[in-house]
């Protein structure tokens, strides 16, 4: 049974996105036969979004294919777009992928099989790497992922030298590669140019490194990365839980120090938890081991194609959905007779309950949501379903999913109409008002373009927590991706479509300040 | 029959027909030789042949049929038609233009393109695919889908390609070129010896 989804409702999802699709396809070069065409790229994007990913049928998924290229994917940007490669298959290719100046850009799910490559393809034109590249990542750009993909030798070249993911100039944004497996790579995680900014920057949590590695992480001459290597705590400015990377440990110590090879210009401080699950770098140089007693968080975590749910699954979540609303509608009725019984106490405790009654029901919906976006892609379907239940709170809702797309246009359509359509009390006209005050403040942006001042008012509405009007506009602007908060909640639950913990995504909170991923612990 | 020998085979090269029987001596079979070349076939030899090559197993494929000039589809159109009624190999000597609100289906075949071919979907025009293009000889132009620049994606103001499992696009210079906001959905799609396959160009609507 899978446990967990691979939401990325996080990312940017402009309308555009959904207009590039490609599903299930094979990009490949044969090379046979008297027409010899060399492909140089599979999929080049240019200042646009677009998605790559697998096919979903009743026969299940057919992943999208890249073999015998230059590059798999190139996608160059410097204009605000996204895009998202997942669960597809690269092999033979010099580079698998290529982001230059792509923002909100997410690659999760994918396999790159390495170590070969065919003698016909054109010259590879970028003599100061290695000619195999899983994932290069290069410019200053905010809200990148690279989570829970494979990198494999599994070719038979004793000569190619391989990089699994490469970061280059990314600028302090506090990008987070996470939960990716690494195996038999020249380099699995290579850092140049400047990737941080003390503090701030690129930080690698939660990988696999399996032997014979070269290096398992290595940071060039000049090259930064984020100077603490570790899961923000919560705890507080400066604490750190491990990085629960894992390591190769190929040389043992004969001094290569093939497990964290930082020649960069700052040091590192790497913090480790459990050295006999390898998690403790041996061999390395320019770092500092700081052991943390905190257990690593994030070595169980089981990824699963999409959808996980089955129908039967989901038809449960939407009966949950309207068992957890007529809870909800009970810790109201509570809460308002506590506080006119002036009865703080209860009162508290009723609000609790509302949030985490209304944090199931966001989990439910979440979960809907990806379901029937997937393959369909068609959210409409789930708002036709949201709206059947004819209550205003469907109406939150279905307004609060045109904020996960960041169609905040919608979404005030919806918030307009709730007052006309059904009869609120004094408090569900508040909301609306406090969501479309969130429509406005948002002023059809997306979140990394706001300004410092429109940040500085979101960020306590942001981490705001329990019951109050800001507790909705904080739903409005979580599903906009700005903040995921499960501390402190009842039920462990996200608003994010996942189990608390269970999702690499989820837990990754929007830094309004870097425009970036950070992980919450 | 005065100038009949009877003691020569009828199959002898050096045989002088009878008077008053002119068979083609150009024909393939014609057993002459006055002439070096004999190209010429009997309509019932092209039947044969054609019977014959249809219901070979592995020289099926072989039949090629050729479509003269430009295509412009203007309507709604599913390939085989009645105006194109080819489901097996055949080969264009020009391109294919699907214009606005138009709509191609192609269901099947394989259509082979000169190096000059192309397929170019105008804004509001529709390309579906379930069939195979690929070049006649070396590479072919591919399916360029237009957008319309500044405007946001939308069938009504943009071409759009939508390659469906079966179609496959082989030995393009770009299989498929978005431009302006050209609306590609490809699934189970096979992008086979294309120097590009899918090309994104800039596309902005604000």
């Not at chain 1, 709206?387 to 279905?398: G, T, Y």
């Not at chain 1, 999913?401 to 006209?429: C, G, K, M, W």
């Not at chain 2, 050096?14 to 002439?35: K, Q």
């Not at chain 2, 050209?182 to 902005?204: A, L, M, Y």
Request: hydrophobic share 35%.
């Amino acid at each position: 049974m899978p446990i967990s989804h691979l939401v990325l409702s996080n990312v940017k999802a402009s309308s555009d996105i959904e207009r590039i699709k490609i599903a299930g396809c094979t990009f490949q070069t044969a090379f046979a036969g008297p027409n010899l065409n060399p492909a140089i790229v599979g999929v080049l994007s240019l200042q646009s979004d677009f998605k790559v990913n697998d096919l979903f049928t009743t026969n299940g998924n057919i992943r999208s294919r890249f073999e015998n290229l230059n590059f798999g994917i190139l996608a160059n940007s410097s204009a605000n777009m996204g895009g998202s490669v997942s669960n597809s298959d690269f092999k033979s290719c010099n580079i698998g992928i290529h982001a230059l100046g792509q923002r909100s850009f997410a690659v999760y799910g994918n396999n790159f099989e390495m170590g070969e490559l065919p003698a016909e393809l054109p010259v590879y034109a970028y003599p100061q790497y290695p000619e195999q590249i899983g994932v290069w990542y290069k410019g200053n750009m905010p809200q990148l992922l690279l989570v829970g993909n494979s990198f494999k030798k599994t070719g038979t070249s004793n000569t190619i030298e391989t990089v699994g993911s490469l970061a280059e100039g990314l600028g302090s944004y506090n990008h987070v590669f996470f939960q990716n497996v690494y195996e038999g790579i020249t380099y699995a995680n290579l850092a140049n140019g400047s990737n941080a900014s003390g503090q701030r920057g690129l930080h690698y949590l939660c990988n696999t490194n399996l032997p014979p590695q070269r290096y398992d992480f290595a940071v060039e001459e000049l090259a930064t990365i984020r100077s603490e290597q570790g899961q923000a705590s919560g705890g507080g400015v400066g604490t750190f839980l491990s990085a629960a990377n894992t390591f190769s440990y190929t040389n043992g110590l004969n001094g290569d120090y093939s497990d964290f090879l930082n020649e960069g210009v700052s040091g590192v401080n790497y913090y480790h938890n459990n050295g006999s699950l390898n998690e403790e770098p041996l061999d390395f140089l320019g770092i500092s081991k700081i052991f943390t007693p905190a257990p690593p968080p994030c070595n169980s975590l089981v990824l699963c194609p999409e959808p996980c749910k089955t129908e039967a699954e989901i038809l449960t979540i939407k009966a949950d959905y309207g068992v957890q609303a007529a809870l909800y509608g009970s810790a109201e009725q509570g809460y308002d007779q506590a506080i006119l019984n002036n009865n703080a106490a209860l009162a508290t405790i009723e609000a609790t309950a509302m949030a985490a009654y209304r944090d199931r029901m966001d989990y439910d919906i979440g979960m809907v949501l990806t379901h029937e976006r997937y393959g369909k892609n068609n959210s409409d379907t789930i708002r036709k379903w949201m709206a059947a239940f004819d209550r205003a709170e469907s109406a939150f809702h279905i307004a609060l999913s045109h904020f996960e797309e960041q169609n905040y246009v919608a979404a005030d359509s919806i918030l307009q109409l709730v007052p006309h359509n059904f009869s609120l009390t004094a408090r569900e006209i508040a909301e609306v008002n406090a969501l479309r005050s969130m429509v406005a403040l948002l002023d059809d942006k997306v979140l990394s373009d706001l300004d410092t001042a429109t940040i500085t008012v979101l960020e306590p509405i942001a981490a705001h927590a329990g019951w109050s009007l800001d507790c909705e506009r904080k739903h409005g602007i979580n599903r906009a991706g700005f903040y995921v908060d499960r501390r402190g909640r009842q039920g462990g639950l996200s608003n994010k479509g996942d189990i608390g913990g269970g999702n690499p995504v989820a837990g990754l909170r929007f830094d309004p300040l870097g425009g970036d991923w950070s992980r919450v612990g | 029959m005065e100038n009949y020998d009877s003691s020569r085979s009828i199959t002898d090269a050096f045989y002088v027909p009878p008077s008053g029987y002119s068979p083609d001596l150009f024909n393939i079979m014609a057993y002459t030789n006055f002439y070096d070349c004999k190209p010429i076939f009997s309509d019932g030899q092209g039947v044969r042949m054609r019977d014959f090559l249809a219901n070979h197993p592995v020289l099926a494929n072989i039949t090629h049929t050729v479509f003269p000039g430009n295509i412009t589809i203007t309507g709604n159109e599913t390939w085989p038609s009645i105006a194109f009624p080819y489901t097996g190999n055949v080969i264009l000597q020009g391109s294919v233009t699907i214009e606005t609100n138009a709509t191609l289906t192609i269901n099947s075949g394989t259509i082979h393109f000169p190096e000059s071919g192309q397929i170019i979907i105008k804004p509001g025009g529709r390309l579906e695919l379930k069939a195979a293009l690929t070049s006649n000889c070396s590479t072919w132009k591919g399916i360029t889908v237009l957008g319309t620049a500044g405007v946001a994606q939308s069938t009504a103001t943009h071409g759009k390609i939508l390659a469906l499992s079966g179609a496959s696009i082989e030995n393009a210079a770009i299989a498929v070129n978005a431009s302006n906001g050209g609306i590609v959905d490809c699934t189970g799609t096979e992008f086979k010896n294309n120097r590009h396959g899918v090309w994104i160009n800039p596309h902005s609507s604000s």
